[in-house]
């Protein structure tokens, strides 16, 4: 007689998160109107002194963060705060200040570079144009957007890791792709608040709708979010 086989209980797969629907232009005014008012001088938290040190620093950013790329720049930019001072330097010179910071084999090499495209194609100067900004070695358009927006005061948006969550995450601007998500953003959002709103997402993103898990009961614009599984404020001491 054959022996029985116990059946094991199948669980049901995980539910996938909830794709939320896109906000009303009503809903992101609101929401952006609710970010500007707490923070309503926003800035990069990238440390330069001009748009060459600004390219530089964005440059390097890339799969770092702003506080090891300022520790880096502190002592690269005392040295080297122009294009000639940065090809005196060289790329082993560059390496020697920016070791801490991820690729920074390659970024020394390209910074070095493009600061001999600037000095004998641009006179040494930041060009104030994109196509002439992403020509430029390490730079790409989420570079070109950040220079254009802080050194030279376009209303562009560089869709980082955190405004890419944000716009697919809240129903500000869903997208596959980064572009898909810059251009949502820059039909919806209001005109007037464009250019800021490039700093209010990054540091709503990187401080508030945090990647793992957003801290949904600190955000000030919570009301206007898609999100629909909100997560709530942990339990106090005195709660539990």
């Known amino acids: 007689m054959p022996t029985a086989v116990a059946k094991t ?13 896109p906000m009303t232009r009503a809903e992101v005014a609101a929401f ?29 950013s890339a799969q770092a963060t ?21 090809i005196e330097l060289g790329v082993d010179g560059v390496a020697s200040h920016i070791r801490s910071i991820g690729l920074w ?5 390209n910074v070095v570079q493009l600061a001999h495209e600037l000095e004998s194609r641009h006179g040494g100067q930041v060009p104030a144009d994109r196509a002439a900004l992403e020509a430029l070695p390490g730079v790409g358009r989420k570079t070109a957007n950040v220079v ?35 251009d949502g953003l820059l039909k919806r959002l209001p005109r007037q608040r464009l250019r800021d709103s490039h700093h209010w997402l990054i540091l709503h993103g990187r401080y508030v709708c945090k990647a793992r898990r957003p801290d949904c009961w600190r955000c000030v614009a919570a009301a206007w979010c898609h999100y629909g599984d909100k997560v709530a404020a942990p339990e106090t001491a005195q709660e539990r």
């Open 105 to 109: 084999q390659t970024k020394s090499r």
């Open 148 to 182: 254009l927006n802080v050194a030279f005061g376009e209303a562009t948006v560089a869709v980082d890791t955190h405004i890419f969550r944000l716009g697919n995450r809240t129903g500000l601007a869903p997208g596959k792709t980064p572009r898909e998500v810059e």
């Open 66 to 86: 702003d506080l090891s790329v300022n520790r880096a720049t502190e002592t690269l930019f005392r040295v080297a705060p122009t294009p000639k001072a940065m």
């Open 9 to 21: 209980a199948v669980r049901p797969p995980p539910r996938p998160p909830r794709k939320p629907k």
């Open 32 to 60: 952006i109107e609710a970010l500007a008012t707490h923070n309503p001088a926003p800035e990069t938290e990238l440390s330069f002194a001009d748009p060459f040190t600004l390219l530089v620093a964005v440059v390097l």
